[in-house]
T-cell receptor, first 114, second 113 residues
Framework: DQQVKQNSPSLSVQEGRISILNCDYT??????FLWYKKYPAEGPTFLIS?????DKNEDGRFTVFLNKSAKHLSLHIVPSQPGDSAVYFC?????????????FGGGTRLMVKP | DSGVTQTPKHLITATGQRVTLRCSPR?????VYWYQQSLDQGLQFLIQ???????AKGNILERFSAQQFPDLHSELNLSSLELGDSALYFC????????????FGDGTRLSIL
């Protein structure tokens, strides 16, 4: 049972345009969500997170939106750059305590064309 | 550089053998997590340690075990290895309080021949 799903295995966008990556979850107990970027032969790199008490969090070119009623979150990258080409994972966690396991989606490969 | 160090980067061994993967967390981080990424699959949580004690357990096989030492480094022990254990094993660490993001090492690629 996949509790976190990224239904698009890949996405291709033009440099300078907006990239929108989507993620759906089923477990209503999740209250903390993160996006990671992964290059080949490297570990996932933390990008941005959002708590369930918010519906938007912004950091530079990256914005994460959370729609709790739809159990859906998205990552917007504006403007997209060729260096953004990577696999993006969304992840979800439960409970506000000292660290917690994360449940990951299967990833979306983003390709930004020059 | 995430500050999380994993050794070795690559490990090749045979079925039935035992291996130990090592992880040094970021300075100051009390929590260590282990994840497995098999071919074409997302990251699957295995186990978490917080300040030396087991905190959470995921889909970790009984053949696998882990521990966190007083200096906070962690080791993941995999025994009676099977072909299906071939995967990338990632370690992550976090501050250990509140909702802090986990920071990942570059992983150990385990190949079972």
């Amino acid at each position: 049972d996949q509790q976190v799903k990224q239904n698009s295995p890949s996405l291709s966008v033009q440099e300078g345009r907006i990239s929108i990556l989507n993620c759906d979850y089923t477990n209503s107990m999740f209250d903390y969500f993160l996006w990671y970027k992964k290059y080949p032969a490297e570990g996932p790199t933390f990008l941005i997170s959002i708590s369930s008490i918010k519906d938007k969090n912004e950091d530079g070119r990256f914005t994460v939106f959370l729609n709790k009623s739809a159990k859906h979150l998205s990552l917007h990258i504006v403007p997209s750059q060729p260096g953004d080409s990577a696999v993006y994972f969304c992840a979800a966690g439960r409970g506000y305590n000292a660290g917690n396991m994360l449940t990951f989606g299967g990833g979306t490969r983003l390709m930004v064309k020059p | 550089d995430s500050g999380v160090t994993q050794t070795p980067k690559h490990l090749i061994t045979a079925t039935g053998q035992r291996v130990t993967l090592r992880c040094s967390p970021r300075s100051g981080d009390l929590s260590v997590y282990w994840y497995q990424q098999s071919l074409d699959q997302g990251l699957q949580f295995l186990i978490q340690y917080y300040n030396g004690e087991e905190r959470a357990k995921g889909n970790i096989l009984e053949r696998f075990s882990a521990q966190q030492f007083p200096d906070l480094h962690s080791e993941l022990n995999l025994s009676s290895l099977e072909l299906g254990d071939s995967a990338l094993y990632f370690c992550a660490s976090s501050g250990g309080y509140g909702n802090q993001p986990q920071h990942f090492g570059d992983g150990t690629r385990l190949s079972i021949l």
